[in-house]
């Protein structure tokens, strides 16, 4: 299948690529299907997730643990139940939406409402996990180590 996307033109893609959100994200509750673009090949470091049904809806998202390795997401009973997730979290990824700004120190992560796959069914979830330590708006330079 063909698709146009907003940061890399036009590109094919297969359904198994495919991640289905049931109850849409925060603000876009009417877009469900979306596709994950690395930018980096086999990396999920940085992705860009693509709405399948909107060329212009996008989003920047990053894998938490390459930059914090502390963070702890803990899932509701009923977060898991929607996603399908057995006992344990072997199949289940986690992405957080990051508004990007020059220069990148100055970008911001949310921890507090991270995007949940399920890998193995491709469900996904935006949730709100219940630790007053994870904002919506952290800073990266918070993450950043002096020296590097």
């Not at 876009?28 to 299907?33: E, M, P, S, V």
């Not at 693509?50 to 998202?61: A, G, K, N, T």
């Not at 990053?62 to 996603?83: A, C, G, I, T």
């Not at 911001?108 to 919506?136: C, M, S």
Request: glycine share 4%.
């Amino acid at each position: 299948m063909e698709i146009n996307t907003q940061y890399f033109g036009k590109i094919s893609c297969s359904e198994e690529e495919f991640i289905h959100f049931s109850d849409g994200m925060f603000g876009f509750n009417d877009l469900k299907d979306y596709v994950p673009l690395a930018f980096l090949e086999n990396s999920d470091a940085l992705i860009c997730l693509q709405s399948l049904e909107d060329s212009s809806v996008s989003f920047i998202l990053m894998n938490p643990f390459q930059f914090f390795e502390k963070y702890e997401p803990v899932l509701s009973s009923e977060d898991q139940r929607l996603l399908k997730a057995d006992s344990g979290d072997a199949d289940i990824s986690y992405y957080v939406i990051s508004v990007i700004h020059e220069p990148m120190e100055n970008s911001t992560v949310n921890l507090k409402a991270p995007i949940v796959v399920n890998t193995k069914t491709r469900e996904a979830r935006q949730v709100i996990l219940d630790n007053p330590l994870y904002r919506f708006r952290h800073p990266l330079r918070d993450f950043i180590k002096k020296g590097d």
